[in-house]
């Protein structure tokens, strides 16, 4: 399994900060920049990780009126990044001006529009949250292939889960439906703030494309020593 399909967040508060990190994991060839890091620095970090041909995956989870959500999409697309996401609960008209907003941004000929993401349900809620906070009457499973399979209809490019639906969802949506999931976590890592978390290998067997992996690496003493045993765990399996 290839450590390119890992995806590690620059989920910093400066720019600087951002970049002391590119300069610690140098071998890191996708990064995720997040809402934190994007308001404080704007789109400099961006072009900074394009100069360096690094990928991007721009998490901004944008969510509102279609027209606004297109209007956003169409500014995204000509900053060239790779991912971008939006929530699926905007709707499908929403879901659906996106798409086609953001291939409308990427007007140079060099930039290839980005794929969009539907969230799905963020990783942070459980199954009781989603039930007793958020009053959806699904269970959670049947929820984020309801949300992935609206967001399929309305044409985006795929998904983000947690681990633990991606296999559901990758039979459900095909092979074709790009799935992140976040929130996944070696045996050896805390597990943080989330509640529906796997093993990377575990995860990619079950049918991810990327895994998102912050904190076991980016938090670790030596985050090289964690970037290099997630790589050589993914390597042995």
Same mark, same amino acid.
């Given at each position: 399994?290839?450590?390119?399909?890992?995806?590690?967040?620059?989920?910093?508060?400066?720019?600087?900060?951002?970049?002391?990190?590119?300069?610690?994991?140098?071998?890191?060839?996708?990064?995720?920049?997040?809402?934190?890091?994007?308001?404080?620095?704007?789109?400099?970090?961006?072009?900074?990780?394009?100069?360096?041909?690094?990928?991007?995956?721009?998490?901004?989870?944008?969510?509102?009126?279609?027209?606004?959500?297109?209007?956003?999409?169409?500014?995204?697309?000509?900053?060239?990044?790779?991912?971008?996401?939006?929530?699926?609960?905007?709707?499908?008209?929403?879901?659906?001006?996106?798409?086609?907003?953001?291939?409308?941004?990427?007007?140079?000929?060099?930039?290839?529009?980005?794929?969009?993401?539907?969230?799905?349900?963020?990783?942070?809620?459980?199954?009781?949250?989603?039930?007793?906070?958020?009053?959806?009457?699904?269970?959670? +499973?049947?929820? /984020?292939?309801?949300?992935?399979?609206? $967001?399929? #209809?309305?044409?985006? !490019?795929?998904?983000?889960? %947690?681990?633990?639906?991606?296999?559901?969802?990758?039979?459900?949506?095909?092979?074709?439906?790009?799935?992140?999931?976040?929130?996944?976590?070696?045996?050896?890592?805390?597990?943080?703030?989330?509640?529906?978390?796997?093993?990377?290998?575990?995860?990619?067997?079950?049918?991810?494309?990327?895994?998102?992996?912050?904190? +076991?690496?980016? /938090?670790?003493?030596?985050?090289?020593? $964690?970037? #290099?045993?997630?790589? !050589?765990?993914?390597?042995? %399996?």
């Amino acid at each position: 399994m290839s450590p390119e399909r890992i995806i590690v967040p620059l989920d910093v508060a400066s720019e600087a900060e951002a970049i002391a990190l590119l300069e610690t994991l140098p071998e890191v060839t996708f990064w995720k920049v997040g809402l934190e890091l994007f308001v404080n620095s704007g789109p400099g970090i961006l072009e900074r990780l394009k100069n360096q041909q690094k990928r991007i995956f721009l998490d901004l989870k944008f969510h509102d009126i279609p027209n606004t959500m297109a209007g956003a999409c169409r500014a995204v697309g000509r900053y060239g990044v790779d991912l971008l996401t939006i929530h699926a609960t905007a709707g499908k008209e929403a879901i659906a001006a996106a798409h086609q907003a953001i291939q409308q941004g990427a007007t140079s000929a060099d930039v290839i529009p980005a794929k969009v993401l539907a969230i799905t349900l963020l990783t942070s809620i459980s199954a009781r949250q989603l039930a007793f906070d958020l009053k959806i009457p699904l269970e959670l +499973p049947e929820y /984020a292939l309801q949300m992935a399979l609206l $967001a399929q #209809a309305a044409g985006v !490019d795929g998904a983000v889960c %947690s681990p633990q639906e991606v296999g559901h969802l990758r039979q459900i949506c095909g092979d074709d439906f790009v799935l992140v999931c976040p929130g996944v976590r070696p045996l050896w890592a805390e597990g943080g703030d989330q509640k529906r978390s796997l093993t990377p290998v575990k995860a990619l067997k079950a049918g991810a494309d990327y895994l998102v992996i912050g904190r +076991p690496i980016t /938090a670790a003493e030596d985050p090289k020593s $964690a970037w #290099a045993r997630i790589c !050589d765990e993914l390597a042995a %399996s």
